[in-house]
Structure formats: structure tokens, C-alpha cells
């Protein structure tokens, strides 16, 4: 599912219905992108080893500053849900999905300190391509940079706690793996 619809397909995970799968989905869309376009422009690879171009559509209708406003809204309103007394329960699982979204929101920060701007979109460009990196006169913000990846590595204790224990056998007397109840939390978190 991730690779075939919320990659290459990132509009079809409505941003109303789905804010968490949405903001995630547009998020490691530009993170694509963006990587693609860093290696396509410095030239360090082999036609045989790295194709420029997808062989597949690969769009998305928000811009990178969209998916930046939205993901900051969605980690608001997630760390609004956990403190409602109806997801007590939940709280650390909410704040940590919300902690996440925000790591990769810096992520993207960062990145845009380190390469240039799109260019503008001219009428003939194919509407299936990313516009090309606009280099001209670019300098990374090196310090701009560094602030923003601290603030990712500050962000990272809060997830890192509560990641420790995923993927340790079940206890004693337990019937399932947590598949359903990870399920059951996305479900209560989304809606």
C-alpha cells in the first residue's frame, strides 16, 4: 500500500479524512523528490545505476510549504486529541505519532536550508516531472541547517522511549502480536 498508493499517489489520501496517513504521505513524497533531484543534479551516478526519470506518475497538488503548514497543524491537533480525558489511555501512543510527524516536518526544514528552490513551473514542462532545482545564486544556510537538525535530535527522545519496546515478543498470557491493537490506536487517532 505505501509504495503503490501513498508514494506515488499521495492525493488520494484526503487530507480531511485521513490527516495523519495524508501529512505522512505528502511528506516522504517531497523527501523523494527532493533526494531525486540532489542526485539528479550533482550527476554522481551511471545511467545504468540510477534512472532520473520514474517510471511512474508520481505527483502530488500540495507544495512543499502546504505540506509544511499541514503536518504543523496535524501535530497540533493530535497533541490536542491526547490530552482529552477520552484518550488518557492513548496519551504516550498520540504524543508519539505527533512527535514523529514533527521529526519529519524538521526533517524537510532542514532540507530545504541545504538545497536550492524549484524552479518556477513553465507552460511546456511535463506536469508528471518536478520542476528542476533552481541553483543560480544559491548558498546553503548552513547555520539555518544546524539549528533545525538539534531541534530534530531533541525531538528524537520523545518517540525513541516509547519505540524501545516495539518489536519485542508478547508477554506471558497474551494471545496477539499488538498487530490489532496498534490498528485499533491508528483508528481511535485518526478519527
Excluded at 92 to 109: E, G, K, M, T, Y
Excluded at 118 to 142: H, I, K, N, Y
Aim: proline share 7%; glycine share 2%.
Amino acid at each position: 500500500m505505501w509504495t503503490n498508493v501513498l508514494l506515488t499517489e499521495p492525493d488520494r489520501v484526503l487530507c480531511d479524512e485521513h490527516p495523519v496517513f495524508a501529512c505522512l504521505a505528502h511528506g516522504f513524497y517531497h523527501i523523494v523528490m527532493l533526494v531525486k533531484s540532489v542526485i539528479q543534479n550533482a550527476s554522481v551516478y551511471e545511467e545504468e545505476d540510477f534512472n532520473p526519470h520514474l517510471p511512474f506518475p508520481c505527483t502530488s497538488q500540495h507544495s512543499l510549504q502546504d505540506v509544511l503548514q499541514f503536518m504543523k497543524e496535524v501535530e497540533h491537533d493530535l497533541i490536542a486529541k491526547a490530552e482529552k480525558p477520552d484518550h488518557a489511555s492513548l496519551k504516550d501512543v498520540i504524543l508519539s505519532l505527533s512527535s514523529r510527524i514533527a521529526f519529519l516536518r524538521l526533517f524537510l526544514v532542514t532540507i530545504t536550508h541545504l538545497v536550492p528552490p524549484r524552479r518556477p513551473e513553465c507552460v511546456d514542462s511535463d506536469p508528471l516531472q518536478m520542476p528542476p532545482l533552481d541553483a543560480v545564486g544559491f548558498t546553503a544556510d548552513l547555520d539555518a541547517a544546524a539549528y533545525t537538525s538539534s531541534k530534530l535530535m531533541l525531538l528524537s527522545s520523545k518517540f525513541l522511549e516509547t519505540s524501545l519496546n516495539e518489536g519485542a515478543p508478547r508477554p506471558e498470557g497474551v494471545e496477539h502480536d499488538g498487530e490489532v491493537e496498534l490498528v485499533r490506536i491508528l483508528l481511535i487517532v485518526i478519527s
